[in-house]
Structures are given as structure tokens and as C-alpha cells.
């Protein structure tokens, strides 16, 4: 606003003082005296120029300001209102911000089933269930192996406060948590090494010390844990991992994605002895037994379609930005109003697309 203000000053003071010329070389020509004319074009400069305009942009800034207020948006500058105002694109984060953040683990799939998780929210009761009824996870080789990733591959805490849970750190890891709650494991070891979770490398995996035997646990995105395993366990028996198996877990994976699931992998290995101390993380991070998948649910917010839709109506384009699976993504995105279309845009697109192709793809598709 300041600068087209600026520009419109500049302009104004152009016909301003041109106008003014013209009346005084058009009086001299009449033969009015030089002095007179002078003085008539310098009191016609006065009047013309808008000198009260700054005064009359501030008082409307004001009001701007005041209105934001009655709707409990406090504004620190006033030109704040005005950029405000200007916008046509609104970039969101998903998780919290267009969701609930409250994560929830609603399903489980091995190789050989698939299993439906009790419960809502932070709340720790629930129970497992498959295709023929009550599942206890800790019978199963595949289900107790993926509790006991999902509790040490994790850095929450849990408090609890009349039935439900307060997490302390990452949602994710807390449904991880509370999911591990519901089966009432409780595992007694030491984490003794840790490579930490990043975005770049998408897994976590960690070294857990328990009566005397070493393990390793991983977990992270499906499509990073698949290559650092070589084996599945099927049927409580570890098996060499197939492509048809891999195929089948991704699979899944896609099932849960367009139903608005975030799915994350689980794996784990026996390390011999103390040699964990010597090996790189990326001998650490091989050679791996798949264990199985998670589905966490994280609800829309209620009022989200409604605040897309007035920004819809506004003409603003809202745009939405997750690190979740494109399919998981492009649902709640459909969900609530953000786009119509099924494809989205990943970081690797992004790399390979040139700034005017980025920008046409992102006023179409919205979900990054």
C-alpha cells in the first residue's frame, strides 16, 4: 500500500503541476500580469495536491484495525491490514493446524492379517480386533514385535488424567504409545543406541538393551523401511521378504492412504552381543525383519471445510503442506474442500518442475 500510495503521489503531483502551468502560461497569453498568474498557479498547486491523503489512508488502516479486533485478531501495525487483505494464497500445514492433532491408531496389518484398533483419541482403553473376533497382540509373534518398536522407537511420554492421556512430545509417537497401552505390554529394556528420526532419511531406529540380548527397532515411512529388510514375519516364522510380499504391504498401505490414514512401517533384527557398538548406522539399519504397519487417523477440525470455503468464496487459493503420504494427503485435502483433484506435488516434483511450471500446478492441485 505504501509504495502504490508513493506512486500515486508521484503521479498526482505530475498533472498537478502541469495543470497549474498550463493555467499560468494561459493567463500570461491573456495578458493578466506575470506575478498574479504566478501566485493563482501556486494556489491552485495547493488545493489540488492531496495533502491530506496519508491522514485519510491511516484512519481507514484504523478502522481495519479496529474491526480485526472485534473479531479477536489483534493487529500490532497498521499496514498489516492492508497485506492482509492483499492475500491470494494461504499455505497451511495439515497436522494441528487443518486437523485435530490428535492421532489415533486404528488399524494394524501384518502379512498375515489385519486388525482393527479400539478407542478415539488419547483415551487408553481399547481392544484388537480381526476378521473372527478378539485379537490379543501379545500372542502374536508379529503384533508383540510391532508393540515393542512402537514403545521404544519413541521419545513421548504419557500422563494420565481421568481416563485419557496428556502427551508430552510428538502426537505421533503418542498414539504409538496409547496403542501400546491398549495391549498392556510392558517391555523391560534400555535404549542404548538411538539414529535419531529426520525428514530427509524418514525412519528412526534404536538399540535396546534387554536381559542380556541386544535388538534393533525401526520404524518410519513404508517405502524406506522395505529396502533395510530382507525377511517378513508370516504366520509367527520369519521368512525371506518377496517382492509379492513387499507388494501386498504396499498395497495395504494404499487401501489405508486413501482412507485418510497415516501409516507408518515397523522393523526389527537380534543383534549379536556388544557388536552393535561397532557397526555404522548403516549396518545398523540392514538386514532387517519387516514386521508390519499402522494406520493412524488424525480427524479433520470441524470448522476447517467451513474456513476453506469462505476462503474459496474470498477468492483466496488455500494450499495445503504435509510431510504424510500423497494419498493420505489428497483425502483429507478432498475432505474438506481444499481440491477435487486426486494428484499431488512431492518434494521431487517440486526439484524437477521450473517456477512458472510450480506455480500453475500449485494453484491447481493445492496439496504439497
Avoid at 484495525?65 to 492482509?84: D, G, Y
Avoid at 504409545?177 to 532419511?201: P, T, W, Y
Wanted: hydrophobic share 45%; charged share 20%.
Amino acid at each position: 500500500l505504501q509504495i502504490r500510495l508513493n506512486q500515486l503521489g508521484k503521479i498526482l503531483i505530475a498533472i498537478c503541476l502541469a495543470v497549474c502551468a498550463a493555467v499560468v502560461l494561459m493567463g500570461i497569453i491573456r495578458g493578466e500580469a506575470i506575478m498574479t498568474m504566478i501566485m493563482a498557479g501556486v494556489s491552485l498547486a495547493v488545493a489540488a495536491i492531496p495533502e491530506g491523503l496519508p491522514a485519510i489512508v491511516t484512519v481507514v488502516l484504523a478502522i481495519g484495525v479496529q474491526r480485526m479486533s472485534q473479531r479477536n485478531a489483534v493487529i500490532r501495525k497498521l499496514p498489516a491490514v492492508e497485506t492482509l487483505g492483499c492475500t491470494t494464497v494461504i499455505c497451511s500445514d495439515k497436522t494441528g493446524t487443518l486437523t485435530r492433532n490428535q492421532m489415533t491408531v486404528k488399524k494394524i496389518a501384518t502379512l498375515s492379517e489385519v486388525i482393527d484398533v479400539e478407542g478415539e483419541g488419547f483415551k487408553g482403553t481399547g481392544r484388537f480386533y480381526n476378521g473372527r473376533g478378539l485379537v490379543d497382540p501379545l500372542r502374536d509373534t508379529a503384533l508383540r514385535l510391532l508393540m515393542e518398536a512402537a514403545l521404544f522407537c519413541n521419545n513421548a511420554s504419557l500422563t494420565e488424567n481421568n481416563g485419557e492421556y496428556e502427551i508430552d512430545g510428538d502426537p505421533t509417537e503418542g498414539a504409538l504409545l496409547v496403542m501400546a497401552k491398549k495391549a498392556k505390554i510392558h517391555c523391560l529394556g534400555n535404549v542404548v543406541r538411538e539414529i535419531a528420526f529426520d525428514s530427509q532419511r524418514k525412519k528412526m531406529s534404536v538399540v535396546v538393551e534387554s536381559n542380556g540380548k541386544y535388538h534393533v527397532f525401526m520404524k518410519g515411512a513404508l517405502d524406506v523401511i522395505i529396502p533395510s529388510c530382507s525377511m517378513i514375519i508370516k504366520n509367527n516364522t520369519a521368512l525371506t521378504l518377496t517382492g509379492k510380499d513387499a507388494e501386498q504391504i504396499i498395497r495395504q498401505q494404499e487401501t489405508w492412504a486413501k482412507q485418510a490414514l497415516r501409516v507408518l512401517g515397523f522393523a526389527y533384527k537380534e543383534v549379536a552381543g556388544d557388536a552393535w557398538k561397532k557397526m555404522t548406522e548403516a549396518e545398523i539399519e540392514s538386514g532387517l525383519t519387516l514386521i508390519g504397519i499402522c494406520g493412524i487417523i488424525d480427524p479433520p477440525r470441524p470448522d476447517a471445510a467451513a474456513a476453506v470455503k469462505q476462503c474459496l468464496g474470498a477468492g483466496i487459493v488455500p494450499v495445503m503442506i504435509t510431510g504424510d503420504h500423497p494419498l493420505t494427503a489428497a483425502a483429507i485435502a478432498r475432505q474438506i474442500g481444499i481440491t477435487t483433484h486426486r494428484e499431488v506435488i512431492t518434494g521431487r516434483q517440486i526439484d524437477e518442475l521450473s517456477d512458472e511450471e510450480l506455480c500453475q500446478k500449485a494453484i491447481k492441485y493445492r496439496v504439497f
